[in-house]
């Protein structure tokens, strides 16, 4: 198909290779394809671990809406990080944006070092530490943009610039933007890797990842490693995942929608005498520390809002379990609005000093706008709000 439609158009029209022209496709739950004599397959399919039609479904339309090549597809967003990490060699030094989705760290720290991959995690969101990139020489350089949940937002060419003349390739974790607000490939990143559990697949019903390159040499370790590991997805989640992907810009447009409404509606309490909201940070909000670097790197916001609030942990706790719309839940990116509190829940594992440290207090709320009526979920926040204080 060619690159010439828009977004929501490519993400909607995918080839169809369906005998009887089935405008959804069928779910290929099969374990085996038939051969037609030893070693001669009948299409290009032989066993679900290396190859299925609705892999190859939902990875033909994610390339095109990544600018990829190649993409691959894998059972989650950390089997998909699973296959580039395996990639990798004992002594191989990777250097991490400092502020890591927690098992992606886990993975590397707790996992892969095992067999001897070397880990350092830098705040390249300064200019000293990418800086730094050239000294270490390391093999590959991770980093996640917008970070989780401070929403700092990284120079993804400049770093892959940094890497490229380290001679090391850049991966970017592009979840929390999706493919819709953000290409990462465009600016020079290598891997884009993502888990489509999120805003890809949209309704929180599948789990699933993927890793988008331009690097042919890169879709051959990709594979490798989805049927050497077995990190392949099931036909049905995949199946699932392309169906939510035909609605992504839609969904997008409406999460966007309502973040920039909660956003300016909780600026009032930025400004109130006694303060109880110190810090808001949303990539399109104008006060954002890098919201420059959004505007060149984004093409939308996405759902996601935190907010710092100066109230006691217990008044927080119960804030976040009071509200009716809001659900108290891990991920983001599903119809239904989501409050997460990163000190007790994602960022639970690190010690008290280390949250402090990445700015994660106690008062740190994470909001992600789902599809509902804005109005309804300010409502929903004001409320519950004026009956917790
Ligand atoms: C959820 C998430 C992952 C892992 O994806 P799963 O599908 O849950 O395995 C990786 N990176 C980020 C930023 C995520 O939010």
Redesign the pocket.
Known sequence: MTTKYQFSTQSIHCPNQDPHGALTPPIYSTVSFQMKNPGKLTSHYDYTRSGNPNFDQLSHTLAKLEKAKYCSVFS???AA?TSILSSLKSGDLVITEKEL?G??YRIINQVFQKFGLKNIALDLSQQDSIKKIKRYQPALVWI?TPT?PSLKILNIRQIATTAHQAKALLAV?N??ASSFCQQPLIHKADLSIF?T??YISGHGAS?A?AVCTNHSKWKEKLDFAQKAIGLNPSPHDAWLTSLGLKTLALRQEKHQKNALAFVKHLQQYLSLPHKILKRLLYPLDPNHPQHHQAQKQMNGGSGIVTAEFTLPLTTIKKLISSFKLFILAESFGTPESLVNHPATMTHSSLSKKERQKAGITDGLIRFSLGLEDSQDLIQDFETTLKKIL
């Open positions: 989650s967003g950390m990080i989705y098992p992606t996640e989780n974790d979840t929390f888990s559990s999120k789990l990842g």
